[in-house]
C-alpha cells in the first residue's frame, strides 16, 4: 500500500529565512508520480510540481526549490527567502503506476507553514 | 480556459436529507476524481472516473454515497441519507493523463449537516 508521511505538522520562522518541508514516501511501484500542492488560507488547492520515479533531477522555481532522493524515498520542498504571502498548508502526494494524473493521489497529512514578519 | 467547477460552494442540510454535489472538469480532461478533506483523516480519494467509467470507488466511505458522470462534462456526488459526520470539504478535480499528468482541483463544497 502507498503512504506519504508528512512529519512536520507546523513549521514557523521569520520571514526571509529559509525553510525545508519534508515529505517520505512509500510504495511498491516502480513507476509512480510525486506531487506537491499549497493550501492557501482561502482554502484552494495549488498544484505546484510533479516528478516522475525516472527523473530524479532537482529542480528550482523562482524561490521554491524540490529534492528528490529515491534513495531515502523522500521528496523535500525548499522554500528559499521566505514571505508572508507563503504561509499556507502544503501537501506532498503520491500517484502510483503509469497512468501518473490518472490514478488518484495519496496525500500526505500536511505542513501548516506560518511565515511571521 | 475555466477551471474546475464545483456547486455549491456551501450546502447546509439538516442529517437525513440528500445532498448532491456537482463537477463540471477542466474541457478536454478525461480523468475526474472526488476527495474529501476532514481535519481527523486530511484529503482521502473518494472515487475516481476515466473516460466516464468508474474506475476505482474503494474510498467511497459507505452505501449512503453514490457518484455518477453521466458525460465527458458532468460529475454528482450523492449522499444520501447525510450525517453530521460527512461535514466536509468534498473537491473534484481532472486531470489529462496523456498530457502533464497533474491533477487540477476545483474550490471545493463546504458540506455542513446539522
Redesign the interface.
Given at each position: 500500500a502507498q503512504k506519504v508521511t508528512q512529519a512536520q505538522t507546523e513549521i514557523s520562522v521569520v520571514e526571509k529565512e529559509d525553510v525545508t518541508l519534508d515529505c517520505v514516501y512509500e510504495t511498491r511501484d516502480t513507476t509512480y508520480?510525486l506531487?506537491w500542492?499549497k493550501q492557501p488560507p482561502s482554502?484552494?488547492?495549488v498544484?505546484l510540481i510533479?516528478r516522475?520515479s525516472f527523473d530524479e533531477q532537482n529542480e528550482i522555481s523562482g524561490r521554491y526549490s524540490w529534492n528528490f532522493q529515491k534513495s531515502t524515498s523522500s521528496f523535500n520542498f525548499t522554500i528559499t527567502a521566505s514571505q508572508v504571502v507563503d504561509s499556507a498548508v502544503y501537501?506532498c502526494a503520491l500517484?502510483e503506476g503509469s497512468?501518473?494524473?490518472?490514478?488518484?493521489?495519496?496525500?500526505?497529512?500536511?505542513t501548516h507553514l506560518i511565515i511571521q514578519p | 480556459d475555466a477551471g474546475v467547477i464545483q456547486s455549491p460552494r456551501h450546502e447546509v442540510t439538516e442529517m437525513g436529507q440528500e445532498v448532491t454535489l456537482r463537477c463540471k472538469p477542466i474541457s478536454g480532461h478525461n480523468s475526474l476524481f472526488w476527495y474529501r478533506q476532514t481535519m481527523m483523516r486530511g484529503l482521502e480519494l473518494l472515487i475516481y472516473f476515466n473516460n466516464n467509467v468508474p474506475i476505482d470507488d474503494s474510498g467511497m466511505p459507505e452505501d449512503r454515497f453514490s457518484a455518477k458522470m453521466p458525460n465527458a462534462s458532468f460529475s454528482t456526488l450523492k449522499i444520501q441519507p447525510s450525517e453530521p459526520r460527512d461535514s466536509a470539504v468534498y473537491f473534484c478535480a481532472s486531470s489529462y493523463p496523456p498530457g502533464d499528468h497533474e491533477q487540477y482541483f476545483g474550490p471545493g463544497t463546504r458540506l455542513t449537516v446539522t
Open positions: 508520480y506531487f500542492y482554502g484552494e488547492l498544484f510533479r516522475n501537501f500517484s497512468g501518473g494524473g490518472a490514478d488518484g493521489l495519496t496525500f500526505g497529512k500536511g | -
